[in-house]
């Protein structure tokens, strides 16, 4: 039943090579990458196949999909590797973890085992890879493969650049497609088309963990700066909750500017306003925490922090991002003006009540206020502060 | 499903599992190099469900001689030891006996995840680790780490991140041997990609992210750093902040009811992943009457004494192999 049947490859060898690009799909806005410890390296995300169609996938109901048509054609019934003797896959006699291969998926990778254990450089493995790349993108040891023809053959370099960008747009939480990119670039010595394939996979998923890291790779190496503060500004404006564009306006700036006074105070002030937008979103808040951070004087330094923080408390918002921040202020300020502790330790206490969902003191109030008083009369005030706050 | 208490379908992930150690739908080929993985996921997952006893003697025996058939033997040469360790899958394995260009040996590298998840399957089947080849082991953690302390995955080339350095601590703990990590530069990297927001990215300036922290914490821990190199208590020990019945609520909407396993979110579809992951979550919380995992090593923490007791018999006598 199962014999030679005519299957369609979405962006198969044969003829459809060039710039023709496969569907852009659609990622999910979501930071995961799936941490692959899990996966090796490997690994789109299984749940995101199912939803959608990959090169190689169950080839049954694709004969009707409308694509352009071509036909594809076993590699055992290729003229063009008549010379080449398939080498079948060794799985041992008790195999585990099996993967119901589909025909053409054997077949293809019969024949790439045969090249390479030729040790075949040459115009038709390229294709060949090209091949067993579509039907599984995360196989590192194909584009390891590939990597070593385009050098031996001295390939066009663009050309693997576009390559490149249908499989990243295809796969965009795949590492390999990322690594091959990042390695052709180098070759390239050019980096200029990077931020642009980089915004391309954001308009999908502002948050995709590879795209941002390959951008600060670019930006890094080819020292491409100018104008990424206001991509991020743009981004920001788009969704102010996006805290990888959060994480990449910190990047951008230790990179350039640097965190001077001016800086501070300037970051300090956008910061202000979209928290203002969003008071219950973490990321403005911990970006807030990491501006200050750099200024010398502390936390309490900065401006009208504090005012700013109890007008907001004194309106009757009680965001735990906004009280814990109000804590921070304040143990900033009792870390550096010792003097000040009495009376900030009784405010701490007030306010514990409100901030209790956030931080658990101690149950009673008597015992707060003994641990407040050992943390007032220690030496290592902060570190009492701590333990009493995560105790 | 909506609404109310979701119950734990035990068996059925029992179930799940056992399918995953046969054969997995070709929707999964994307694993076809890191079979070694959801082999892992899939054993200690059995584990923590207390279901290994569904697997005989024989089949168990099966298993372990499937994992050392993954190993690279090299020889004595160090470049090959380089390219050492254990595969994820037989993809390339059939063209060493077919050549013996150096192309084949380059490319049919071992990979560092697939050998820290051989090792961890071998200690949960309850293997002795005899016929792990440590010194060529060591050689390729040793060649993968790269000069700023991160790790790469393989010889033949990747990207470098905290997920490898992972995989390189934990396989150095179990074979008590950090002779092949600069834990120094290690130390230092994984500090460098502490960001703004208390947490670890991948590399330096990247968004802290669960995973990576995750990574370069248990790496800390494995190196014996920790407590050196972070405040424990701002990062861990804290356990208690959780809401552990909304958590569990959520791990248990993700459960497929019919096949079993847990997926990434409710109504979508199981992996071995996310089964596996999702299990050892409630194990930490205590909950469903998992066995208790080993956080570090993500094993069972029986299994995690049959380790320790094999580190106790090489200490005895140091010319038996751990």
């Not at chain 2, 929707?27 to 584990?47: E, K, N």
């Not at chain 2, 972070?230 to 497929?256: C, E, K, N």
């Amino acid at each position: 039943m199962n014999t030679v049947r005519e299957v369609e490859i979405p962006t198969g060898s044969m003829k459809a090579r060039g710039p023709e690009v496969a569907p852009v799909t659609s990622g999910r806005a979501d930071v995961s990458f799936e941490v692959s410890l899990s996966m090796g390296s490997t690994a789109n995300n299984i749940t995101e196949e199912n939803t959608r169609r990959t090169p190689g996938e169950e080839q049954d109901d694709s004969l009707d999909d409308g694509s352009d048509g071509e036909t594809w054609v076993f590699y055992r019934e290729r003229k063009e590797w008549a010379d080449i003797t398939p080498v079948p896959q060794d799985d041992g006699p008790h195999a585990v973890v099996k993967i119901a291969y589909t025909e053409a998926f054997s077949d293809v990778y019969d024949y790439l085992r045969a090249v390479v254990a030729k040790g075949e450089l040459s115009e038709r493995a390229l294709y060949l890879t090209e091949d067993a790349i579509n039907m599984n993108a995360a196989n590192y040891t194909v584009w390891q493969y590939r990597r070593k023809i385009l050098r031996h053959l001295g390939s066009e370099l663009e050309q693997e650049l576009n390559f490149c960008r249908e499989m990243i747009e295809m796969n965009p939480k795949n590492y390999q497609v990322w690594h091959h990119r990042r390695v052709i670039v180098e070759w390239l010595g050019d980096g200029s088309k990077e931020l642009k394939l980089t915004e391309i996979i954001f308009s999908q998923d502002a948050k995709n963990y590879h795209a941002w890291e390959h951008r600060q790779w670019a930006l890094k190496t080819f020292k491409l700066y100018d104008g990424e503060l206001d991509y991020v500004d743009r981004l920001l404006e788009e969704d102010v909750r996006n805290n990888s564009a959060w994480n990449q306006r910190h990047f951008t700036i230790s990179q350039t500017t640097g965190f001077t006074k001016e800086v501070i105070q300037r970051e300090v002030e956008y910061t202000k306003a979209a928290i203002t937008k969003v008071v219950d979103n973490e990321s403005p808040w911990s970006y807030l925490r990491g501006v200050v951070q750099h200024c010398e004087g502390g936390l309490a330094s900065v401006g009208d922090l504090w005012e700013w923080c109890q007008k907001m408390y004194d309106e009757g918002q009680c965001s735990p991002h906004l009280l814990t921040f109000m804590l921070d202020l304040m143990e900033d300020r009792m870390e550096r003006q010792p003097d000040l502790r009495p009376s900030l330790l009784k405010r701490c206490l007030e306010e514990a009540d409100a901030v209790g969902y956030v931080i658990s003191l101690p149950p009673s109030r008597g015992q707060q206020t003994v641990a407040l008083e050992m943390a007032m009369n220690s030496d290592n005030f902060t570190g009492v502060l701590t333990y009493i706050i995560n105790s | 499903m909506s609404g109310g208490e979701y119950p734990f379908l035990r068996a059925r992930h029992v179930k799940y599992f056992r399918r995953c150690l046969q054969v997995l739908p070709f929707t999964s080929v994307t694993f076809d190099t890191s079979r070694m993985a959801v082999l892992y996921f899939a054993l200690s997952g059995l584990d923590l469900l207390d279901g290994l006893s569904e697997l005989d003697i024989k089949e168990r025996q099966h298993i372990i001689n499937w994992i050392y058939s993954l190993q690279i033997l090299p020889g004595n040469d160090r470049d090959e030891q380089a390219c050492a360790g254990f595969r994820g899958g037989t993809t390339l394995a059939s063209c060493r006996g077919k050549s013996s260009c150096d192309a084949v040996s380059q490319l049919d590298c071992g990979h560092i995840t697939m050998t820290y998840t051989a090792l961890a399957s071998l200690i949960i089947l309850g293997d002795d680790l005899s016929r792990v080849e440590r010194p060529a082991v060591m050689a390729h953690v040793a060649a993968l780490q790269c000069p700023d302390g991160s790790f790469f995955s393989t010889r033949g080339g990747s990207e470098n991140d905290m997920r490898f350095m992972y995989c390189a601590a934990a396989i150095c703990y179990i074979l008590q041997d950090f002779s092949a990590i600069n834990t120094t530069s290690a130390t230092k990297y994984i500090l460098n990609s502490m960001s703004y927001e208390g947490a670890m990215g991948q590399g330096t300036h990247l968004e802290a992210h669960g995973g990576s922290s995750y990574c370069a914490i248990a790496t800390l821990h494995l190196l014996g750093k920790l407590d050196s190199s972070l405040s424990r208590t701002q990062i861990l020990g804290a356990l208690d902040y959780l809401d552990t019945t909304a958590l569990r609520q959520f791990v248990l909407s993700t459960q497929d009811p019919i096949t079993g396993g847990l997926a990434k979110y409710p109504n979508s579809n199981p992996d071995g992943l996310h089964t596996y992951l999702g299990i050892s979550g409630l194990s930490l919380l205590r909950k469903d009457d998992l066995k208790p995992v080993d956080p570090a090593l993500n094993i069972s923490q029986q299994a995690l004494s049959h380790l320790h007791q094999l580190h106790k018999n090489i200490s005895k006598n140091p010319t038996v192999p751990c």
